[in-house]
Each structure stands twice: as structure tokens, then as C-alpha cells.
């Protein structure tokens, strides 16, 4: 109750409709699980994030960061503190050269609405990505990744706010991308926009990539359940997935939870699965595959939240 009282107190300039007191975490994340948010707050400009992190590092607030809730696990406990939902949508083109985009896009922008967007302005680059159910800056931080493209390949710089509240702009090189992983998985920074390299194409050719790659997710993928995507890296020297499935788990069921059918790669709400449910489905697997092959599998996702 201390932290609503900071918030109901502080002279926010955040209008309070973005602003949730005890919000369930159900309602903002792919899986569809998850106990309550302390607060909960959308932000859509700069100078809103600045704000309420200058108030919660004064007042000693603990703070989380999410874009659309489609790479989280979120615990039945719930979060502490503020989670502050990054909406920020700034678009901007300008034309580089004949057949050359560069494109400046705020982290709050969803990918399969941008690649929809560009596309009718003719603009491709993004065809391959469009499926993945996230934002731009959660892709960027996970370096997501899909038919052989990765988001590294396109990024020209990303514009960030510090663990100091000051802005800064880092190039490509800077961003230490890997497989699944960035220097946003190591450092608190807070992705603001991104500035991407992009070519032209009639609009035509752009939308059958789009409807090709999409056909392809929705055979291959359980889009007919709430999931946080893939739960498991890759690893270097074996396919995740195909080691579920040759250990005879598919279908595996921990009251809510379940390993998909369609793809072992998967854990997948089948209505009434709660944290619990998917985390200890998560252990129950990663045992399973160490005690076959001897090797340890890494989460993809990540779990937050009181334990």
C-alpha cells in the first residue's frame, strides 16, 4: 500500500487511466498467467519513463520492464513494485538511397503490425519476423529470430535510457548480439526507439512473404493456445525440441500446463494452467532431458515475479 500512496502522491504527468493498482499479470502476457502487478503503468512518451524512474529509484521502488508479456513467465505471487509497459510508437522513414529505407521505430511498436504497416508503404525487411508476437524492443533484447533472419541484421542503432536516466545511442556493434541474447540481457538499460535498415518492394511481393512465413508458423506452431513462444534455447550442438519429443514427452501434462503436441519446443496453457503448473512442468522437463542425454537445457523465456 506504501508504493500506491507514492504514486497517488507523486504530481505524475502520466494520465491516471495508465495507471493499475493491483493489476492481474494474466491480462498482459501471452502465457495468460500471472498474480498481480503492485502497479501497473503504460507509458508512451520519453520524458513519462524518465519520470516514474527518477521517482521510483528516489523512493526505492523496485521496477520491471515489459513490451507485450510474449517472452515472460509471470509467478502466481505476483510482482512487487511497479511494472511499467513500454508504448512507445514513434515512426519516422526517410529514404536512404533508390531501394534503400532506413526506418526510426519506438520499442513499443509490435512487430506484425509494423511489418503490415510498412509493407503497404512498400517497404520490406521485417517479412520474416512478422509472426513473432512481441515488440520491437523485446525482439531487439532477445535478438529474435525466424526463417534464418535475426533482428541484428537489420539494426542500424538502438537508442537507450541508462541505468543513470541519461540517453544514449549505440550502434550495431555495440549490442553484443547473440543467439537469443543481447547486451539488454546483461545491463538494465531501457530500449527507447531503434533505427533499422530496410529496402523497398512492390507491396504485393511483400504481403505473399508475409502470408508464406505466417502459414508456416500456423503449422508448425500451437497458435490455438496461449504460450510465451519457444521455451527453450537452441543449443550449440542440439535441436532442444527434438530432444523433448525423442524423450516421448509430448502431450505431457502438469495440471494446466502441457508440452505441445505440435511442436515439443512448446509449453502451452490449456485453459486453467497456472505459474506454478508451467515452472514445475519446466523443472520436470529439464530433468527428464538431463537424466536421457546428460545435457542441461536453458530457458528462453523468462520467469518473474515473487517466488
Known sequence: MQTRKIIENA??????????????????????????AEIYIKIQTIEELKQIKELAEKEQIPTTIIGNGSNILVTDKGIKGLVIKIEIKKLEIQKEAEDKIEITVGAGNKLAELTQNLAKQNISGLEELSGIPGTIGGAIKMN????????????????????????????NNDLQFGYRKSIFTKQKYIILEATLNLTTAPKEQIQEKIKKYLKIRKQNQPLEYP???????????????????????????????AISEKHAGFIINKGNATAQDIQDLIKYIQNKIYEKTGKKIELEIEIIGEQ
Open 11 to 36: 504530481k505524475l504527468t502520466i494520465p491516471k487511466e495508465r495507471i493499475y493498482y493491483n493489476e492481474p499479470m494474466k491480462k498482459h502476457t501471452t502465457f495468460k498467467v500471472g498474480g498481480p
Open 144 to 171: 529474435a529470430g525466424a526463417h534464418g533472419k535475426e533482428i541484428k541484421d537489420i539494426i542500424k542503432q538502438v537508442k537507450i535510457l541508462d541505468e543513470t536516466n541519461n540517453i544514449k545511442t549505440l550502434q
Open 227 to 257: 504460450s510465451a513462444g519457444s521455451t527453450f534455447k537452441r543449443e550449440e550442438n542440439f535441436i532442444t525440441a527434438q530432444q523433448i519429443d525423442e524423450a516421448g514427452l509430448k502431450g505431457y501434462q502438469i495440471g494446466g500446463a
